[in-house]
């Protein structure tokens, strides 16, 4: 598409507010539920090719080999794609008895999951816009994930980055997190204010500009 510069606005997304705050008593209901242990990292989508399922899981399998109480949980629809997530079980080292799989979950559910979490550990390759990072964000966990597609534009200072399809770069970069407190008190002092600069209030007052401009 050559569309001159000038004539494109970008008006980024946001998420619902219900993922800043779960409760206490929605935490340990999710905990009961799955069996979600104390210290997780948790990845959050879908599992075709681009979401990059191999990356995900070698990247984990470093820092579960370092730390012996980590595990992942992975939230999503256990549909048609499915099979990309049980091949890569196969092909990767991931320990297998370390993870837990929670299929779709409601979002007050989603939301306990990621205020829970070390961090959301995202692989993706490719992302037009990286909603799951910001909902990460807004319950006050950062991101550990590779630069890909729009995800840098999302998460900004209040996650760990590294270049795209290298899982031993990723892998390191997570422990190098976890072995790190006071990196993780930073991040998550920046996380909740960084999704903050997201809202549906500025998106409907850009998308209003817009058309008042060209009317």
Not at 123 to 128: H, K, S, T, Y
Not at 147 to 156: D, F, L, M, S, T
Request: hydrophobic share 50%; aromatic share 6%.
């Amino acid at each position: 598409m050559r569309v001159p510069a000038e004539r494109v606005t970008v008006i980024p997304e946001a998420v619902d507010t219900e993922f800043a705050a779960p409760s206490a008593d929605e935490g340990r209901r999710v905990a009961k539920t799955f069996g979600v242990p104390g210290r997780y990292v948790l990845y959050v989508g879908q599992f075709d090719p681009r979401k990059n399922m191999d990356g995900l899981l070698t990247a984990f399998a470093r820092g579960a080999a370092i730390d012996a109480e980590l595990r992942l949980v992975i939230a999503g629809d256990l549909g048609n794609l499915a099979s990309f997530l049980t091949r890569a079980l196969q092909r990767t080292r991931a320990p297998r008895e370390r993870i837990v799989v929670t299929g779709r979950v409601d979002d007050p559910t989603l939301a306990a999951l990621y205020a829970g979490a070390e961090c959301l550990l995202h692989a993706a390759l490719l992302e037009g816009f990286g909603l799951t990072p910001l909902e990460s964000l807004a319950a006050g966990t950062p991101v550990v994930g590779y630069r890909a597609g729009a995800v840098q534009e999302v998460v900004g200072a209040a996650g760990v980055l590294v270049a795209p399809a290298d899982p031993d770069a990723l892998g390191d970069a997570l422990v190098a997190y976890l072995a790190d407190p006071a990196q993780q008190r930073e991040l998550r002092a920046k996380a909740r204010p960084r999704a903050a600069a997201f809202s549906w209030d500025r998106a409907a007052a850009d998308t209003l500009a817009v058309y008042r401009r060209v009317a």
